[in-house]
């Protein structure tokens, strides 16, 4: 199953952004989605997650500003960003976890994309 990430660039603080996620290949289910992001020289941190029944998480620091939400028809996962802060720059990857067609469990990363706010 691969992952395929769209949507980032460069943005001035408090603008908008939306990141796309689009998973490929044999996939029976998917049950969990989540957003992580990554600056150099920290770990990869979780932005958002939302499981198959539709419950979501975010991290304190996007709570009220980030929204994350799913096509199951499309296998996609997306990120509204609003209210972006210069703090919210990284490179943000998604994840996918599941059951391919071949009823093997997989787990797969897109290839991240890069967020930048600045003035």
């Known amino acids: 199953v691969q992952l395929q990430a769209s949507g980032g660039g460069l943005v001035q603080p408090g603008g908008s952004l939306r990141l796309s996620c689009a998973a490929s290949?044999?996939?029976?289910?998917?049950?969990?989605m989540g957003w992580y992001r990554q600056v150099p020289g920290k770990q990869r941190e979780l932005v958002a997650a939302?499981?198959?029944?539709?419950?979501?998480n975010y991290a304190d620091s996007v709570k009220g500003r980030f929204t994350i939400s799913r096509d199951n028809a499309r296998n996609t996962v997306y990120l509204q960003m609003n209210s972006l802060k210069a703090e919210d720059t990284a490179v943000y990857y998604c994840?996918?976890?599941?059951?391919?067609?071949?009823?093997?469990?997989?787990?797969?990363w897109g290839q991240g994309t890069l967020v930048t706010v600045s003035s």
């Open positions: 939302v499981v198959s029944g539709g419950s979501t």
């Open positions: 994840n996918a976890e599941g059951t391919t067609g071949w009823s093997e469990q997989f787990s797969s």
């Open positions: 290949g044999v996939i029976a289910s998917i049950n969990y």
